[in-house]
Structures are given as C-alpha cells and as structure tokens.
C-alpha cells in the first residue's frame, strides 16, 4: 500500500511539471491565437467574420467526436490500458488499428461534409440568407475548410499516441502553427485573392487546411521516434478497438446534444444582426486564452496518470490527484474569472480595438465576454471533472450531464436573447455551464465516492477572496489611468495598468492567505530554473 500510495504522490508531483509542458506549448498557441484573432479582426469586416466564424465552427464541432472527444473517452484510456497490461508491442498494434478505424471515419465525414455543405450552412447560420451574399459566402468557406476535420482527427490520433507515452511537448505545441497558417495566409493571400476578384475571407480557409496539414507533419518525427508511426490497419475484430468504439458510442449521441446546443447558439446569433457571431466568438476566443494556458493542459496531462491508477484499481489515488489537478485548475480558472469581469473591457479595447474593430466593436465583445468569462472557472471543473470519469470508463455520465446542460441552455437563451441580444446567448452560456458542473460534480461524486471537499473547500475560499481583492484593485488601477493621454496610448493605459495591477495583487494575497496552490506550482517552475542555472 505504501507502494502505491508513493506512486501516486510521484504522479501528482510529476503532474504539475507535465501540465507545465503542455501549458508552455498552449500558451505559445493561444499567444499566436491571440495575433491570429487580432489580425483578423483588423484585416476583415465584420461580415466576413460573421461568416468565418460559423464555416469554421461546422468542422470544429466534428472535432468534438473524431479528434478530441475521442481521444479522452477511448483512445488515451485503451492504449494506457494496454501498455500497462500487454506492454509496447501490444500498444502499437492497437494504435495501428485504432488509426485505421479513425482515417476511414475521417475520409468519409469529410466527403458527406464537402456534399452537404449548404444544409449544413442552413443549420448553423440560416439567419445569413437575409444578407445578400452572405450565406453563400459562408457554404463556400465551409465546403473548402471542413477537410481539416480530417487533418485534426489525424493530429488527435498522434497526439493519443504522444500523450498515453507520457511526451507531451510535441503535442502541445504543434497547434502553434495552425494559427501562424492564419496569419500568414491573412497577410500573403487575401489582396492576391481580392485582386483577381474572389472574396478575400477564402484566404483564412485556405489557411484552415493548411495549418491542419502543419500539425500532422510536426507530429511524424516524435511518432517515428516511439514508433508510433505504425502503418494503419483496417479491423473491426480486434478486442481493444471494439472497447474502444464502445466507449465512442455514448460520445455520439453526446455529439448530438453538443450539435443542437451549437446550432442553436450559431443560429440565434445568425438573426441578431451584423457582428453578433463575432462579437461571441471573440469573447469565446479571449476565455480560452487562459483556460488553454494551464487548465487544459492539466486535463491533458492528467488523464494518463488517472487511466493508470484507474486500470490497477487504485481509486484513492484517483481521487487524490483528481482533486489535486483540480484545485490547481482553480486557482488559475476562478482569478481569470474575476479579472474577465472585472477589467473586460479596458482589456478588450487594449488588444483588439484597431482597424475595422472599432470602438463599438469592442464595447459589445466586452458585453459578451462579462459572463462568458464570468463563467470560466465552471467550464474549468467541468473539463477536470470529465477525466475521471473517463478514465473509469464511465461515458454515459457526461452525456446524461450534457442533455441536461442543453436543456437549461436553451430555456435560457430563448428567454433571454429578446431583451439582452447577443449578450443574451452569452449569459445562457454562463448558467447553462454551471449547471453541468455541478451536475458532473455529483457523478464524480458518486463513482469514486468521494470528491474530497473539505481540501477543494479549503483552497476555494482562499482562491476565491485572493481573486476578488485583485478584481477589484484592477479595476481602480484602470478607472485611475482612464483619460489621462489621448490617442491610442491613452486607450490602452487602462487595460494595461488594471492587469499588472490585477496580477500583483493576486500573487500577492494568494501568498498572504496561504494559498497554497501558489507554491505547488512555483516549487517546480523555481525548480527547473536552478537546475537551468546550474548546467550554465
């Protein structure tokens, strides 16, 4: 018992320093995402964004079932299952086959994609046909973009491969370079494209595929190396990829309920005038800024660790580095929170506001982004509350949660996208995410028998005080600085100063209080940088 009780002490350890590596590479994507969004949102108009976003937001949801949905619900779990059990050679075997199964899935979605391109427009964007151009626009972009469900499914299958193997970097950071694709594209194709009398947006999907394609091919060398890059193979009688198609199954009809919850989403959006589906996806895009940073990247570097003790039957251990993942998960999600409502829009302003996303641009991202960032440390316990259940082989749960989760999205968005618009859509985003956490929260509950509340309680209180002192220190940092210059020194200041003010603030009262998730994470990064040091 002490064995496994210094297995998974070790394992917790290792976790943050994992999650570190994956953070790192997710913050250089979200930073070159975060250029990627500014670009675009200078370089298009809002109708062109408009439709970008909706033609990408079709394959994207793909991705959900083909890419990352099932590569936490079957993949990573299965083939740690069958390292752990069988060893390498079985592995790569099941990997072979697993990927067989996937191109074939992938290939033909693909085609019914490109086929079914105008239905498809109609379903997520059908409030486009009232803007001449508009909706065909849309069906064009989508028709030459939904091939990346094919690159990304690709990408996923290598990345289960990558992250089960316990190599994170590659994975984490091969998704930089779909949005350095973007931003080149934007810059070198949109004027040739203009000039010889096509729409400039095709750019960003020509862009799209070849980003995808960028992923794949940064992968082939780290695969290569642990000899993974297997040749696929197509059977359906192999043990361990029916298990894994059965444990698909459920993800499909939760698929289904993410398909209506989308649609609905995009289409009341689509009815709601010009720039609604921009300003949504703005503020959607600066919420996964910090989520991806290290919120992800912990589910990411969990789930292998969770998958391992769940297949020795170990769930004291599960539970024990489930709960540490998630308090570290909180104390970055809930300050992000405070400081997205807080300071939303001075940031929002500070880096979007130029070119053709002008001051009104700005103002209604920030509406949206008040509660969709209000909400992100409830979308950060559902992403870690998921990976247990995962791992223990429990699919169905997250389904039943995410029905539900629809059903309160949809009363919510149909109440109240009349007297609030747009930011209607954002606030039904917001109490419909709660409701699932809290939901997943009691499954998590009642599979590992236990949720260990007194520790999550415990840092909560004290992450959520800490967050509240730097919400409201950045905010008075920036009213301070408001108007002083003019121009657009004077237009940033605010968003500047409230979040260093922020920032400080926060580390500072998570020392006082004795947060300490600050040390936890400090201890390893302090670590690594003395042993850097050292060797130099």
Not at 60 to 76: D, F, K
Not at 213 to 218: E, F, N, P, R
Not at 360 to 377: M, N, P, V
């Amino acid at each position: 018992m002490n064995d496994a009780n210094d297995e998974g002490r070790q394992e917790r350890e290792r976790l943050v320093g994992r999650a570190g590596i994956v953070g790192a590479g997710t913050l250089l994507s979200r930073v070159l995402g975060f250029g990627r969004d500014v670009v675009i949102a200078a370089m298009f108009t809002r109708g062109q964004t408009d439709t970008f976003s909706v033609a990408l937001t079709i394959p994207n949801a793909l991705r959900q079932l083909l890419a990352e949905g099932a590569v936490s619900s079957a993949v990573v779990p299965v083939l740690s299952l069958t390292l752990a059990q069988g060893g390498d050679e079985e592995a790569r075997a099941f990997f072979a086959r697993a990927r067989g199964v996937s191109l074939l899935a992938l290939v033909v979605v693909s085609l019914l994609g490109v086929v079914f391109a105008p239905p498809l427009t109609s379903l997520f964007g059908g409030g486009y046909r009232d803007t001449p151009g508009k909706f065909e626009r849309t069906v064009t972009l989508t028709r030459i973009m939904f091939p990346y469900i094919f690159f990304m499914g690709t990408a996923a299958m290598g990345m289960a491969a990558l992250n089960a193997k316990k190599r994170f970097a590659v994975a984490a950071f091969a998704p930089g370079l779909f949005n350095v694709a973007l931003i080149v594209g934007a810059f070198t194709l949109r004027s040739p494209l203009e000039a010889r009398g096509f729409d400039g947006s095709i750019a960003l999907a020509v862009s799209v595929l070849v980003g995808g394609v960028l992923q794949v091919g940064a992968q082939l060398p780290a695969l290569r190396k642990i000899g993974y890059a297997v040749r696929p193979v197509l059977d359906f009688r192999d043990p361990r990829v029916r298990e894994m198609l059965r444990r698909i199954v459920p993800m499909t009809f939760g698929l289904g309920v993410y398909y209506v919850d989308l649609t609905l989403s995009r289409r009341l959006l689509s009815e709601l005038g010009e720039g609604a589906q921009s300003y949504f996806y703005w503020a959607s895009r600066l919420c996964d800024f910090p989520q991806g940073i290290f919120v992800m990247a912990l589910s990411t570097a969990a789930l292998p660790s969770l998958a391992g003790f769940a297949a020795h039957g170990n769930r004291e251990e599960l539970a024990r580095t489930w709960a540490h993942g998630m308090r570290l998960s909180l104390f970055v999600a809930v300050p992000a929170s405070a400081a997205l409502v807080a300071i939303g829009e001075p940031l929002v302003v500070l880096l979007f506001q130029r070119g053709h996303f002008d001051a009104e641009a700005a103002h209604q991202t920030a509406r949206a982004l008040a509660w969709q960032g209000g909400a992100i440390f409830t979308v950060a316990a559902a992403r870690q509350l998921i990976p247990p259940l995962h791992a223990l082989g429990d699919t169905r749960t997250p389904v039943v949660v995410s029905a539900i989760d629809l059903a309160a999205f949809i009363v919510l968005a149909l109440a109240l996208r009349g007297p609030f618009g747009h930011v209607g859509i954002s606030m039904a985003v917001a109490g419909s995410s709660f409701v699932q956490a809290a939901l997943l929260l009691v499954g998590v509950r009642w599979r590992l028998g236990t949720v260990r509340a007194a520790e999550l309680g415990s840092s909560s209180v004290r992450i959520a005080l800490a967050s509240l002192i730097a919400g409201v220190g950045g905010w008075g940092g920036g009213r301070v600085v408001t108007g002083a210059f003019a121009g657009s020194i004077g237009r940033s200041l605010p968003g500047l100063v409230g979040a260093m003010v922020f920032c400080v603030l926060y580390i500072v009262s998570a020392w006082g209080l004795g947060v300490r998730e600050l040390g936890e994470i400090a201890g390893p990064i302090r670590r690594r940088l003395t042993r850097m040091v050292g060797k130099t």
